[in-house]
T-cell receptor, first 117, second 109 residues
Framework: GAVVSQHPSWVICKSGTSVKIECRSLDFQATTMFWYRQFPKQSLMLMAT?????????EQGVEKDKFLINHASLTLSTLTVTSAHPEDSSFYIC?????????????FGPGTRLLVL | GQNIDQPTEMTATEGAIVQINCTYQ??????LFWYQQHAGEAPTFLSY??LDGLEEKGRFSSFLSRSKGYSYLLLKELQMKDSASYLC??????????WGAGTKLIIKP
């Protein structure tokens, strides 16, 4: 099946620093990738939709200047959490939509745990 | 509005069968997905239904009735490793996934 990787898997940083998370589709091209956030024991929350070669579409309540998304190629999207604060500590998960198949399934990366001290 | 409903939690016995239901109301329909999510991990794809009927894949089967806005995930021969959250998601007319809150399945020996 389709494989999506994320890097890093764990990040611990000081408040005020910026953190970049990479999401890669390894064996398929993804014109669309999605960034989710999940707090403990809560549902997945879609943050933004990342489209290759164009600006990301952010969900209501998500600050686009704080969560910078770049989708520079058909296999890579990055999420940068700028000036991170403890309330940004969460599990960040990306997914990529495989439009090559019939189902247009979203496949998820393994997630990145961010802890801001 | 868009709405996906599934039970919050279910308990079943190892070796038994369990059915997790999902009802939905969305603006458009381009398929329904089931994902499995173990605690602390990202979701993994289980099944996809876009036409009415039953799709079987090993111990897992998924059913869809578009006219009723209803789906279920059927898990047979339950194993302890099946303890996880099961997420129902509908792809709307914009091909965006609308997520249910997930059903936490607890398997007891």
């Amino acid at each position: 099946g389709a494989v999506v990787s994320q890097h890093p898997s764990w990040v611990i940083c000081k408040s005020g620093t910026s953190v970049k998370i990479e999401c890669r589709s390894l064996d398929f091209q993804a014109t669309t990738m999605f960034w989710y956030r999940q707090f403990p024991k809560q549902s997945l929350m879609l943050m933004a939709t990342s489209n290759e070669g164009s600006k990301a579409t952010y969900e209501q309540g998500v600050e686009k200047d704080k969560f910078l998304i770049n989708h520079a190629s058909l296999t890579l999207s990055t999420l940068t959490v700028t000036s991170a604060h403890p309330e940004d500590s969460s599990f960040y998960i990306c997914s990529a939509r495989d439009v090559g198949g019939q189902q247009e399934t979203q496949y998820f990366g393994p997630g990145t745990r961010l802890l801001v001290l | 509005g868009q709405n996906i409903d599934q039970p919050t939690e279910m308990t079943a016995t190892e070796g038994a069968i369990v059915q997790i239901n999902c009802t939905y109301q969305t603006s458009g329909f381009n398929g329904l997905f089931w994902y499995q999510q173990h605690a602390g991990e990202a979701p993994t794809f289980l099944s996809y239904n876009v036409l009415d009927g039953l799709e079987e894949k090993g111990r897992f089967s998924s059913f869809l009735s578009r006219s009723k806005g209803y789906s279920y995930l059927l898990l047979k021969e339950l194993q302890m490793k099946d303890s996880a959250s099961y997420l129902c998601a509908v792809q709307d007319s914009n091909y965006q996934l609308i997520w249910g809150a997930g059903t936490k399945l607890i398997i007891k020996p």
